[in-house]
């Protein structure tokens, strides 16, 4: 009876490692997972002007917070399969660092939550939360309470979510969108 | 049984053989030094430290792994009422202070202290020797309805996202107002009256207890998701409050009266007079997101000790439903005193004498009485609110100002219907030589409309127009089965303009 409690406990007790709200992945494990099709990836720092700034007002209705803004390119045999980039936005209390994966046609092929710091509202991080942004491209409905719903008692880092994601749609139109 | 241990056993191992193998897999070839990429992006010197809202908290200590966050929500309105008796006023609604602290990365304590109303409390006391004596004169100043509460205080240990052990003062899962009731979450100047003008909970939200419990989320499959709350409590109980009345009457004699009042309040921080516990838990289901499903419940003994034991049970049904835009939110709550007439008997016969007063022949012209009665005790309530609200983006509005210095200004048409019905309220209970001489109800049924129009600046803030129209039958007056209208009328209508703001 000792030995099978002991197996029980042993058979559970990966549940309890797995089952982890805070995710940690790096950049390179970030890249890796969302360009796994992808024969490389290449980076491109891309310097924020004002003119960059103007261009992203009008997009966004704010400013950039930052002065550079590095992508990732994945290509396979010279063709690009997308484009990423690793951003954070504050949640309620700390930022939440995730990575956007873009489509050529200027849609979101994915978005993974690469280190989710706060004590609660983990749930932003799972596919439940993240499959919403899917083929999402930037328009007025790309929003909580619109083409997103909203974790309850989340909001923050939802609403955190959603305005990173746009952004990177936003600066992916301006420095890779043909119009 | 052996056989299916082993087969557990055979399977368990071949997961984890398999997710070792695929986590071997190198994936694209990166061509650049992955260490060019700083570890966490943030960090590096080329981010701007303009404030922006929500790129720093406003208050905060630590770093990512301990951290201790200050916080509040607060919120105000005017109001306009139809009905007689009630001036036109500015309510402070109420002024919360959060306290948020990570002490380990698995160890949370949260904490909130609400100030209802609150302008002031003064306290003065003196001692002197005088004219052969020592005189103490105490007096205590304050502006009406003022209330200090601890709302929240709680820590959290975090095993896994599936079992958290969760103890202090825990905010009640009954419905789904209750454990979500930051008033700038909300788009309607005035909470409902299942959680609060009634209110149909055993008493008002934010409804909290002492004791300790389970809380845990579970991802059923890629989109559903199940989470739990369970906890034993001290419990709510039959309480007193004293009221101190001074009265000038004219050609009567002027009175002086201590009246004990015995409600429903929350338990204790302390000593359980009721020497019972309660359960209490709520099961949520959510096949999609913005599609949840919530079954709540609470039993647990209601009378103290000096009374006769009799159980309060108390069930919610809840549900949230989002279609886009569109939001459907709804609540039904039922909360039954058993033996409520048992428990006024055994009252009687504790108090002995409902009311005691000094004759006119002892004291001509002052009146001193001390009284014992129910307050507002209802056998059986019961009642839902349903809300339906639109999120509403114009170009005229995202493009304006507002856009410019918000991240998500909208506007947010809504409408709430709600109705209570109250069974049993005891409108009369004599007492005298230890019986209950006489004991009448009456049976109530409120209904109340409110539309609105809520302008949400981003999530943590909102401006709030709304229209009310409340009435209660039988020609009772309001202010005999709601908390916040002391009207004789049987009807009101309401104009309110609120605002609503957290951080």
Redesign the interface.
């Known amino acids: 009876m000792k030995i099978l409690f002991f197996k029980i406990i042993l058979f559970l007790f990966p549940a309890v490692l797995f089952a982890q709200s805070t995710v940690s992945l790096t950049p390179p494990e970030a890249l890796r997972l969302i360009f796994k099709d992808s024969e490389e990836v290449i980076k491109e720092d891309q310097v924020v002007t004002s003119k960059i700034q103007e261009k992203a007002k009008k997009f966004l209705g704010d400013e950039l917070p930052k002065v550079r803004y590095t992508f990732f390119i994945g290509k396979t045999r010279d063709k690009i399969d997308g484009y990423a980039l690793i951003d954070e936005e504050v949640g309620k209390v700390l930022p939440i660092t995730f990575v956007t994966r873009i489509n050529p046609d200027g849609k979101v092929a994915r978005v993974e939550v690469m280190v989710y710091r706060e004590s609660h509202g983990g749930e932003v991080a799972t596919k439940r939360f993240l499959n919403q942004f899917r083929n999402k491209s930037l328009n007025d409905e790309l929003r909580l309470h619109g083409a997103i719903v909203n974790v309850t008692g989340a909001t923050l880092s939802s609403h955190a979510l959603v305005k990173g994601v746009r952004r990177a749609l936003a600066l992916w139109q301006i420095f890779y969108g043909k119009s | 049984m052996k056989y299916m241990?082993r087969f557990?056993?055979v399977v368990?191992l071949s997961l984890?053989m398999t997710t070792s193998l695929f986590a071997a897999?190198?994936?694209?070839?990166?061509?650049?030094d992955?260490k060019?990429?700083?570890?966490?992006?943030?960090t590096s010197d080329?981010?701007?430290k303009?404030f922006?809202y929500?790129?720093?908290?406003i208050a905060?200590f630590g770093n990512?792994r301990n951290?201790f966050?200050l916080g509040a929500y607060a919120s105000m309105r005017f109001e306009h009422d139809s009905a007689s008796g009630i001036a036109d006023t500015f309510t402070f609604r109420r002024f919360v202070l959060e306290t948020?602290a990570?002490i380990a990365?698995r160890f949370?304590i949260y904490s909130e202290i609400e100030f209802e109303r609150f302008r002031k409390i003064e306290l003065e006391r003196d001692v002197t020797a005088q004219n052969g004596g020592l005189k103490v004169t105490q007096e205590i100043e304050g502006t009406n309805q003022s209330e200090i509460a601890i709302e929240q205080a709680w820590f959290?240990l975090?095993?896994?996202?599936?079992i958290r052990f969760q103890g202090g003062g825990v905010l009640i899962p009954v419905g789904r107002f209750n454990i979500?009731h930051d008033d700038n979450?909300w788009n309607f100047p005035r909470r409902s009256l299942v959680d609060r003008g009634v209110p149909v909970l055993p008493t008002t939200a934010a409804w909290d207890e002492l004791g300790l419990g389970l809380n845990g989320?579970v991802?059923v499959g890629?989109?559903?998701?199940l989470n739990y709350k369970v906890y034993v409590v001290n419990g709510v109980v039959l309480d007193a409050e004293l009221e101190e009345v001074v009265q000038t009457r004219s050609p009567k004699r002027d009175k002086l009266e201590l009246e004990a009042e015995f409600g429903i309040s929350t338990g204790t921080f302390s000593q359980d007079i009721k020497n019972a516990k309660a359960v209490t838990g709520r099961l949520m289901y959510s096949p999609l997101?913005?599609h949840?499903f919530g079954f709540s419940g609470y039993w647990g003994r209601y009378t103290p000790e000096y009374l006769v034991g009799k159980n309060l049970t108390a069930v919610g049904v809840d549900t949230?439903q989002?279609f886009?835009?569109f939001?459907v939110e709804a609540e039904y709550v039922l909360s039954y005193f058993s033996g409520l007439k048992d428990v006024m008997s055994s009252f009687a016969n504790a108090v002995g004498e409902g009311e005691v007063a000094v004759k006119s022949a002892d004291s001509p012209d002052l009146e001193s009485e001390i009284a014992f009665a129910p307050s507002r005790l209802v056998e059986l309530k019961q009642g839902y609110w349903l809300e339906l609200r639109y999120?509403w983006?114009p170009?005229w509005l995202?493009?304006s100002w507002f856009?410019?210095y918000f991240?998500?200004p909208?506007l947010i048409p809504l409408l709430r219907w709600e109705q209570a019905f109250l069974n049993g309220r005891i409108t009369d209970a004599t007492i005298s030589g230890g019986q209950l001489t006489e004991y009448v109800t009456q049976n109530n049924q409120v209904d109340r409309l409110a539309v609105g129009l809520a302008f949400r600046l981003?999530?943590?803030a909102v401006f709030q127009l709304a229209y009310e129209y409340t009435q209660v039958n039988n020609g009772t007056p309001l202010a005999e089965v709601v908390n916040y209208l002391p009207t004789l009328s049987s009807q009101n209508n309401a104009v309110m303009f609120g605002a609503a703001f957290g951080f």
């Open positions: 241990i557990f056993e368990f984890l897999n190198q994936g694209p070839q990166l061509k650049f992955e060019s990429i700083a570890e966490e992006k943030g080329n981010s701007k303009e922006i929500g790129a720093e908290p905060k990512d951290y966050k948020d990570k990365s949370r959290e975090a095993f896994a996202d599936w979500n979450l989320d991802e890629e989109k559903s998701k997101l913005g949840e949230l989002v886009g835009n939001d999120h983006r170009q995202t493009k856009g410019k991240s998500d909208h981003n999530p943590l």
